[in-house]
């Protein structure tokens, strides 16, 4: 139905309609205003500014409709945590003199990708980029007193807390489609699994992954102005941890005073691998202090020999510690914890469950929904993981085969020599027992209870807390089963929708997630699905609602309602599942 009214219509006015009811102008007193004529000149024409931390230098880039746009990488936003700052809250980084180039990504924090079976990263990470619609009207057709400033979304990469980064050349998240409906979109490196989730008690209270995105958040606050955004209007935007890192944020006292909005895809703080209690916390990495060979002393004596251990030790024995049976499935072992009393700029006191049922007063409007079959994904990890033919299949199709075979020549295989005959042998036992669950049907079972427990259960729950706050709250599932979808990496004869099958119609892949077909066909039915969803968060992101007055459908803001995203030319909304029975379940 939406779409239907676009090709009726015209999507460029409609399109041209909201952004002009969305922008906002500076006023000729505004302590923003940027002086033009005192920046430095850039011979290549590059877009300069100057941040709070020194003069920035950008590229200009191009969507694929042709609107140019200004891009900022590889901005620190907090110093190196080497050495003595390992598991230590973030630093502010250090103010630096003439003009720093901005043009390439930072390095991702230290990971293990688990398909890839490959160790990547540095710790010199805390870095973030920016890509901004809001300079394009530079010196020669724009004055102070009539520049626009933009929404700004804020976006918090997923990945269990344990893998990922903001980088759109080796990841997933390139900004075209957010830059044709002008905001502002920043993208974010933080600190993953032990390194950025470990804790022991007083020692290292932990969280520092999240205190990371939290001043991310405030360099971005602080430097709304000079990229052309709008410091009142930054949405937290996240998927999977992601999400749920945007929700806590949306909890968290400092954090909420810098953002309008909270948009949470497949993610929530009332998910089973969103927390862990501090005690099994501490045991964890307890565990891990004895892979490496630190558990002697006490508590300050196990960090102190942690901190200089090897970052890739680190990440390779982070996943030897025992595994809470609810988190399993998840692949996750650090996270986020509540933090002794009296902690120093701690950011979560209290469970997920007690921030929600009792202290939940912000009304920052909310949007938050989930895939059809969360749960898919998991488990064809776990096949591919088991039977070797399935993730040569998965490599293939990622264009990484050969990258991955000339990194385990250069590290030394570590496997163990057996025979063709024996591993022909346990590959087709693998084969057999794949064949064996996908014939009693144990797949869909699996994926259906998995994904209601980790994912759809506890978003459904959350978002009826942020509702009797008096927030506006906004429900969707993402249904749509099309060529770009994420599993398709995995399988072609997908008939669900799963967890990050909505990334790939809001971003434009460039990665390891290039191989799905672009989204250049402007007739396809991929294209149009895209379309409405980056128009709704667009929407969301300079209204605090995703279908505005006037809008060709509405999406009321009610976590009793819930819109269906699939067929974008008929989208609907229906009651929202009633789920109240299994909040006892959550121990949290």
């Not at 459908?553 to 995203?565: D, H, V």
Request: one cysteine or more.
């Amino acid at each position: 139905m939406i779409f239907y009214y676009y090709k009726l219509m015209g999507m460029s006015l409609v399109f041209s309609i909201y952004l002009a009811k969305g922008s906002k102008e500076i006023s000729e007193n505004n302590s923003a205003v940027l002086d033009y004529d005192a920046k430095p000149q850039d011979s290549e024409n590059n877009p300069v500014i100057q941040s709070s931390l020194g003069y920035l230098k950008g590229s200009w880039l191009c969507s694929p409709s042709g609107k140019y746009y200004a891009a900022f990488k590889g901005i620190p936003y907090a110093k190196p945590p080497l050495k003595e700052l390992r598991f230590e809250h973030p630093q502010p980084a250090e103010p630096w003199s003439g003009v720093r180039e901005a043009l390439t990504h930072g390095s991702q924090c230290p990971q293990r990708l688990w398909i890839l079976d490959i160790t990547l990263g540095q710790e010199d990470c805390l870095y973030l980029n920016v890509y901004t619609p809001g300079l394009t009207d530079h010196k020669e057709n724009a004055t102070n007193a009539t520049r626009k400033l933009l929404p700004i979304i804020f976006f918090i990469h997923g990945g269990t807390w344990t893998i990922g980064s903001g980088d759109m050349d080796d990841y997933l998240y390139g900004p075209d489609f957010f830059m044709e409906e002008d905001v502002i979109l920043v993208t974010i490196n933080y600190r993953l699994g032990a390194l950025g989730f470990l804790s022991l008690g007083n020692v290292i209270p932990g969280n520092m992954g999240l205190k990371d995105q939290a001043m991310a958040l405030q360099w971005v606050w602080d430097n709304a102005d000079v990229l052309g955004g709008d410091k009142n209007r930054i949405i937290a935007m996240g998927q999977s941890a992601g999400g749920a890192s945007a929700q806590y944020h949306s909890l968290q006292l400092h954090s909420r005073s810098l953002i309008s909005g909270v948009i949470a895809q497949s993610g929530s703080i009332l998910t089973p691998w969103a927390f862990t209690k501090p005690g099994i916390q501490a045991e964890r990495t307890r565990n891990l202090a004895r892979a490496v060979g630190c558990l002697n002393g006490g508590s300050q004596a196990i960090i102190n020999c942690l901190k200089n251990v090897d970052p890739f030790d680190i990440v390779k024995y982070q996943f030897s510690t025992d595994h809470d049976i609810k988190q399993l499935p998840i692949g996750v072992t650090f996270t986020p914890t509540i933090e002794p009393a009296g902690t120093v700029n701690s950011f979560i006191k209290m469970g997920p469950k007690t921030l929600l049922t009792k202290y939940v007063s912000s009304k920052i409007p909310f949007l938050t929904g989930y895939t059809t079959a969360e749960g898919l994904l998991f488990l064809e990890i776990i096949v591919a993981m088991i039977n070797p033919l399935a993730r040569e299949a998965v490599l293939k199709r990622l264009g990484k085969e050969k990258e991955v075979f000339q990194h385990d020549q250069q590290l030394g295989s570590k496997r163990i020599n057996i025979s063709v005959d024996e591993n022909n042998t346990r590959i087709e036992s693998a084969k057999t027992l794949e064949n064996r669950i996908l014939k009693h049907r144990l797949i869909e079972i699996a994926h259906r209870i998995l994904g209601d427990y980790e994912f759809k259960m506890p978003i459904l729950l959350g978002s009826k807390f942020h509702a009797m706050s008096g927030a506006s709250v906004y429900l969707y599932q993402f249904a749509f089963t099309g060529k770009n979808n994420f599993l398709r990496l995995f399988r072609d004869d997908t008939k669900d929708a799963t967890h990050m099958d909505e990334l790939t119609y809001q971003f434009q892949g460039r990665g390891i997630f290039g191989s799905l077909p672009q989204l250049n066909n402007h007739t396809s039915t991929e294209y149009y699905l895209s379309k409405a969803i980056i128009w709704m968060w667009c929407n969301f992101a300079r209204t605090g609602n995703p279908t505005p007055r006037g809008s060709p459908i509405q999406w009321p803001a009610n976590s009793r309602k819930i819109l269906i995203f699939d067929n974008p030319d008929s989208l609907i909304v229906e009651d929202a599942p009633v789920m109240n029975n299994w909040f006892s379940l959550i121990d949290t």
